[in-house]
């Protein structure tokens, strides 16, 4: 496939979009590609990234450089050719149901949200957007995402301190029905604490470390409550073919 | 194979491995390729020569707790430690799919006593559309699993135990864990097996110093892929004067290039494994890549590769 465009966005950040495909036009939010960033060498094993965005002539990620090949990705240009497999993954439930549903976020965790909040609002669903950042520098949501929250850790954005702080005081004065999260670990687990202890629905979007993102290696494994036969036995699902987003209640974060 | 497809150079792929005829000498490697299904709208499975199923065992077994795979130089390390879904799913779930594809389906059956081999084998017996069993002696991720791999006289009972089994094709998976690998392919032929695979992954580790704790939660893994390679060569060029039952040449092909080199060591078919994690579709470019090879060296047939390895004068 080829690259269309690959900008620095914000602090580290970068929006890269390359041709869309048939198959990639059908992408949901919460999907996501596997990027060979350098043949079969080093980094060896394709890096996974949601997707930000679909439309018909590209694709959209961001992407946070933290080391080599986000590195290496950082360096392609317009007009370069880049391996990528996908839409993969199980995305976002989409039954929305015209239910009040607030999204929150956190860092390079946002994108998947970005293209839910896309799919809400062409239904108009009742949404409140949550983003956390680190410092002002670092963030790279667009301005046609409106009504926005913002926590940093630094109090250059919004407000100083945690996002989940913006969660419990949305909660207090508002009705919800469905949370939808995706950030790192820490965060989703306090997500998950206040959804349960609202009652709410909660969908989280899990990260693990990759060995081939379709279903086969059986490495991606994260304990379940199901009580079933998965594809791995009975205690693990597979994160990158059951999830990326699981219904927080079936996953043990 | 880059040109146009008027002159395209006739190559006749199929191979002969002991009954079992395959359409090209392109196996999936067991435990890389799920079971059939997971890849099927990326690459058509049955362009596949056959399919080696990721092992099954009597019980569902959920694995080594994670993390259980990891990045390393040229490759990975995996301590999976058999998770499947045991052979009643297998058989209820996994072999309809199986039994629609047009390719050969070699189910990979392990177990830790001679007793749990049999359990599975006789289930599969009872099903049709299995063209044969890959024997794993020597998964080393599990506690007593390298037993029946690790010397001759144990790999020789269970062969010979399995071989009175079953009159489907049998091929015994061998482990590099060994002192002489040689010894325990002969020990295998000499008990009926129609076959032996290898190699299967060497025992590694890897370490974060940051945390000063091993990289994966089981300590040791199988390490596998394109850093592993001239291991198996060499072991299948060794096993390949020992032998004369058909080997089947396993270790890190990323490409068509180490297809031939496997078969020119010896190696009638060869597997194809950690390649598929990260390229899904390296059959079909392999398949091209053979023909541009074949053409340049004027071969027709791809099994006149076969053990052609010169000597130095
Ligand atoms: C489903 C999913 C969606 C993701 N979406 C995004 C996104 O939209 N934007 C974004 O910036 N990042 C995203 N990530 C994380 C991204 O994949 C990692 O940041 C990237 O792989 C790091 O590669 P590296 O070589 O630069 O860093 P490395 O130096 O290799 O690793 C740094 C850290 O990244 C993580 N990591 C490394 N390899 C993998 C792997 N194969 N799979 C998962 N995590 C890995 C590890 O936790 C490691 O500690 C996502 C991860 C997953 C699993
Ligand atoms: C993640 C993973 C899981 C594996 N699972 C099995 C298995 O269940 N049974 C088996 O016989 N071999 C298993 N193997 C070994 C492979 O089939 C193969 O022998 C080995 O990986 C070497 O080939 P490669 O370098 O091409 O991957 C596994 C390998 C990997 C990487
Ligand atoms: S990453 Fe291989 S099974 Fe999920």
């Not at chain 1, 306090?190 to 202890?197: F, G, P, R």
């Not at chain 2, 072999?95 to 059956?109: A, E, H, K, R």
Request: hydrophobic letters at 40%; one cysteine or more.
């Amino acid at each position: 496939m080829r690259v269309l465009s690959n900008e620095k966005i914000a602090l580290n950040i970068y929006s890269l979009t390359f041709e869309s495909t048939a198959l990639l036009l059908e992408s949901l939010p919460g999907q996501f590609v596997n990027i060979n960033v350098d043949g079969e060498d080093s980094p060896f094993f394709r890096r996974p990234f949601s997707i930000a965005d679909v439309s018909q002539d590209s694709v959209e990620i961001i992407y946070e450089v933290i080391g080599a090949g986000t590195w290496i990705l950082s360096t392609m240009a317009a007009g370069d050719s880049i391996d990528i497999i996908g839409p993969l993954g199980e995305g976002y439930d989409l039954n929305f149901s015209g239910s009040k549903s607030i999204l929150i976020g956190g860092g390079v965790g946002i994108p998947p949200l970005m293209f839910l909040y896309n799919k809400m609002k062409e239904q108009g669903i009742e949404l409140q957007f949550l983003a956390g950042f680190k410092s002002v520098a670092h963030n790279y949501i667009p301005r046609r995402i409106t009504n926005v929250q913002y926590s940093s850790d630094d109090g250059s954005l919004g407000t100083k301190g945690y996002v989940t702080d913006l969660l419990t005081e949305s909660l207090l004065n508002n009705e919800v029905k469905h949370i939808y999260a995706c950030g790192p670990e820490p965060m989703l687990r306090k997500v998950i604490e206040i959804a349960d202890e609202n009652e709410i629905r909660c969908s989280v979007s899990v990260e693990k470390v990759f060995g081939c993102g379709t279903g086969i290696c059986m490495g991606c494994v994260i304990e379940n409550s199901l009580k079933r036969f998965t594809e791995t036995g009975r205690k693990y699902s597979l994160v990158c073919m059951e999830g990326p987003v699981f219904d927080s209640g079936d996953v043990n974060l | 194979m880059k040109g146009g497809n008027q002159d395209r150079w006739e190559v006749d792929f199929s191979i002969e491995l002991g009954d079992l005829t395959l359409k090209n000498p392109m196996l999936a490697a067991s435990g890389t390729y799920g079971y059939g299904r997971e890849l099927n709208n990326i690459i058509k499975t049955d362009e596949f020569g056959g399919i080696c199923t990721k092992s099954i065992t009597p019980l569902a077994r959920d694995g080594n707790e994670p993390p259980r795979i990891a990045e390393v130089k040229m490759g990975m390390l995996n301590s999976i430690g058999l998770a499947n879904v045991g052979v009643h799913a297998f058989i209820q779930d996994k072999i309809p799919f199986l039994q629609s594809l047009d390719t050969n389906i070699i189910v990979n059956v392990a177990g830790f006593t001679i007793g749990d081999y049999v359990e599975v084998i006789q289930l599969l017996e009872e099903i049709d559309g299995i063209d044969g069993y890959e024997i794993n002696i020597s998964c080393p991720n599990v506690k007593g699993g390298l037993e029946f791999g690790s010397s001759a006289k144990s790999a020789a009972k269970l062969t010979k135990t399995l071989r009175s089994e079953t009159d489907r094709f049998l091929m015994i998976k061998l482990s590099p864990n060994v002192t002489d690998i040689s010894e325990i392919a002969l020990a295998v032929e000499g008990e009926g097996a129609n076959a032996v695979s290898l190699i299967n992954t060497l025992i590694g580790m890897g370490i974060d110093i940051n945390s000063e704790k091993p990289i994966l939660k089981n300590v040791y893994g199988g390490y596998s892929g394109p850093a592993i390679k001239p291991i198996a060569l060499a072991m299948v060029q060794k096993v390949y004067h020992s032998v004369n039952i058909p080997l089947i040449g396993i270790g890190g092909i990323m490409n068509a290039e180490d297809v031939i080199q496997f078969m020119l060591a010896g190696a009638t078919a060869v597997q194809l494994g950690t390649v598929n994690f990260l390229n899904p579709t390296a059959l079909t470019e392999i398949l091209d890549d053979l023909v541009a090879i074949a053409e340049s060296k004027g071969i027709r047939k791809i099994s006149d590769f076969k053990g052609r390895l010169k000597e130095w004068e």
